[in-house]
């Protein structure tokens, strides 16, 4: 594991913000930009009473225990989801802390900070790193808070998220939140999509922003229909194989988070917890599978005593949030012209030829063959689709922004820093960056 202590945390946002009235909710999200990698927290200024619903057969969870005993008085300060799969429980710890730190909580036994969390792995071919989120970044995150604001996509926890891979897919995911209100009650739905199912609308539709599915379906009947004949599970995987080739690399959880302000008995809110999650299926499919570490918490601040709706009615309303903020956290994936920002090419494109280490396990060399730039892959394991020993061809290397006609890494650039030359692959907010050795 590599030495963290000189990461900076990123606390500002970009693309699609949720804004929703719920006072006494408060959202925080940070990141390191060099994973990428990311947390995001849920506080509840005056605590909340919470409960728990674990359907993945691989959850990753902290602290979720006390979820389950059953209390129904107010004891929940924060809720943290966080990338860097078991390394990134960390951040719930440095939440806890924080609420220390700065005055909220002390050392009393009958006044410690609460928090629970849950965890998605956002490690493998889609970052050559082992950089996740820590005690630092969830601290920075939860300072972040404000209420009333959910940064959607790429932001947060949803980071570095994928989607789809049962079915060989590379999509990209993120964070997303919906809210509607009923009467005096609020509800808030959010979720951060990792899954190893692909995301559908209500029509059956994928969602997958602006992205290509390179064998052209459509629907999520398309993509059912393939298994077990064109589909199958990679054993001793959690990634499917399509016979055509297609190269896996989502991998594999979603969390989520359904708050009301409606005041609920604990067996209420735990069946709330039970009926969201049991909905999210129709969303993301397959759902809940062996690979999955699906987790879905349940809060309520308590505030409103109403019965304008029943309990059940309030579930149900609650699961077309929830996939509202499903279909919310698929980002749009920029455009190539526009992540081309601060690369260049020298006008003799030779001078960039050479070996990019991007840590470890994986490196790249640039050549030229027949007048274009060429990667290959001379590390030991995928990036972005590209397999060891594999060479990847620009279609033109005399743009700031090279192109290729992968749909995994569709593009790359160089860049200068401290006078050191760096390889960028897949420009913007996904993008990984390689130093010139040699």
Not at 14 to 23: A, I, K, N, Q, T
Not at 47 to 60: E, I, L
Not at 225 to 235: A, C, F, G, M, N
Not at 274 to 294: C, E, K, W, Y
């Amino acid at each position: 594991m590599s030495d963290q202590s000189h990461l900076v945390p990123d606390t500002s946002t970009s693309g699609r913000v949720l804004e929703f009235d719920f006072p006494g909710l408060e959202i925080g999200v940070a990141q390191y930009a060099e994973g990428p990698t990311g947390a995001t927290v849920f506080r509840f200024v005056d605590k909340a009473v919470g409960a728990v619903d674990v359907r993945g057969g691989a959850p990753g969870a902290y602290n979720v225990d006390w979820l389950r005993w059953g209390y129904g008085w107010p004891n929940l300060d924060a809720l943290v989801v966080s990338g860097g799969s078991w390394y990134g429980l960390a951040a719930s710890g440095g939440v806890a802390g924080a609420l220390k730190e700065d005055g909220h909580r002390s050392g009393h036994w009958a006044n410690l900070a609460h928090v629970a969390g849950a965890i998605i792995y956002d490690f493998g071919q889609r970052r050559p790193n082992e950089i996740h989120p820590d005690e630092k970044l969830g601290a920075a995150a939860l300072r972040a808070a404000k209420a009333g604001r959910f940064p959607q996509g790429a932001n947060g926890a949803g980071r570095m998220t994928m989607q789809g891979s049962y079915f060989g897919l590379w999509l990209h995911s993120g964070q997303g939140g919906a809210f509607r209100q009923v009467g005096e009650t609020k509800i808030a739905c959010f979720a951060v999509g990792n899954s190893v199912g692909a995301v559908a609308d209500r029509d059956g539709r994928l969602r997958f922003g602006n992205q290509t599915i390179p064998t052209g379906e459509s629907g999520i009947r398309d993509l059912v229909e393939l298994v077990p004949k064109d589909v199958e599970t990679v054993d001793g995987s959690i990634l499917g194989e399509r016979r055509s080739s297609v190269p896996p690399s989502a991998q594999n959880t979603t969390i989520s988070l359904v708050v009301t302000n409606r005041k609920l008995e604990y067996a209420e809110l735990q069946r709330l917890a039970v009926q969201v999650h049991t909905s999210m299926g129709r969303a993301i499919q397959p759902f809940g599978t062996l690979n999955d570490g699906d987790v879905l918490f349940a809060a309520s601040t308590g505030e409103v005593d109403s019965s304008d709706l029943h309990p059940t009615d309030l579930g149900t309303v609650a699961s077309e949030v929830m996939w509202d903020a499903i279909l919310a956290s698929v980002p749009d994936v920029p455009d190539a012209s526009m992540t081309a920002s601060g690369l260049s090419l020298p006008p003799d494109p030779t001078e960039v030829v050479g070996r990019y280490s991007f840590g470890n396990e994986l490196s790249m060399d640039v050549g030229v063959a027949e007048g274009r730039l060429t990667l290959t892959n001379t590390g030991g394991r995928d990036i972005f689709g590209v397999r060891p020993g594999e060479s990847l061809a620009a279609l033109s290397d005399r743009e700031a922004l090279c192109t290729t006609q992968s749909l995994f890494l569709p593009a790359f650039g160089f860049a200068e820093n401290d006078s050191r030359r760096r390889l960028v692959l897949n420009p913007g907010p996904w993008q990984q960056a390689g130093t010139a050795t040699r």
